[in-house]
């Protein structure tokens, strides 16, 4: 069964850097493209972060509100998928989600989330 | 960026009903729309890709429909473990999710 499992999520300051991690298993994932999803408290979903296939350069892409502050990459050799996160702020408190693409199909697997907390 | 009206917010139904959710965007998405179920404290589900693809172990009770700007989660006979938060994601254009629509049993 696909499994996605997040971790290192945490309570930061502002300004501070986090690193999260996604261990993925139960598909290539060689052959998925790989997404991170946040929940703000009490508010909606929103798309941070993909990241494409090898055949595909491994081009990423991000949400205008993480543009230059996040950056997401992969190890397929490990099965994983990461955030770093910069210059944190404290509108980037939210649980994080990692996502899978599989066949075309993009959000088609998603992992139970990590919590960032960002307060001084 | 697209943005997406997911509507009602809040869905109250009895076992047995048929229940729609809506979700319209500010433009065209060309049938990119995907539909999700998460339940408290759980992964959000894959239930609808592309307007209405049923994902693999989903049962034939829901049902996708729409095109253009305008789409629809049909559950056709509510069950009790339907009771979730449901929520579409358009991927024509980058990513955006809708707000949600929170269903609970009458």
């Known amino acids: 069964a696909v499994q996605l499992v997040e971790s290192g999520g945490g309570l930061v300051q502002p300004k501070e850097s986090l690193k999260i991690s996604c261990a993925a298993s139960?598909?290539?994932?060689?052959?998925?493209?790989m997404y991170w999803v946040r929940q703000a408290p009490g508010k909606g979903l929103e798309w941070v972060a993909r990241?494409?296939?090898?055949?595909?350069?491994?081009?990423?892409y991000y949400a205008d509100s993480v543009k230059g502050r996040f950056t997401i990459s992969r190890d397929d050799s490990k099965s994983m998928v990461y955030l770093q996160m910069d210059n944190l702020k404290t509108e980037d408190t939210a649980m994080y989600y990692c996502?899978?693409?599989?066949?075309?199909?993009?959000?088609?697997?998603w992992g139970q989330g990590t919590l960032v907390t960002v307060s001084s | 960026d697209i943005q997406m009206t997911q509507s009602p917010s809040f869905l109250s139904a009895s076992v047995g009903d048929r229940v729609t959710i809506n979700c319209k965007a500010s433009?065209?998405?060309?049938?990119?729309l995907n539909w999700y179920q998460q339940k408290l404290g759980e992964a959000p589900k894959l239930l609808i890709y592309n307007t209405n693809n049923l994902q693999t172990g989903i049962p034939s009770r829901f049902s996708g429909s729409g095109s253009g700007t305008d789409y629809t989660l049909t559950i056709s006979s509510l069950q009790p473990e339907d009771v979730a938060t449901y929520f579409c994601l358009q991927h024509s254009s980058r990513y955006t999710f809708g707000a949600g629509t929170k269903l609970e049993l009458k």
């Open positions: 139960g598909f290539t994932f060689s052959n998925a493209a």
């Open positions: 996502t899978a693409g599989i066949l075309r199909i993009p959000f088609a697997y």
């Open positions: 990241i494409r296939t090898k055949p595909n350069n491994y081009a990423t």
């Open positions: 433009q065209n998405i060309n049938k990119y």
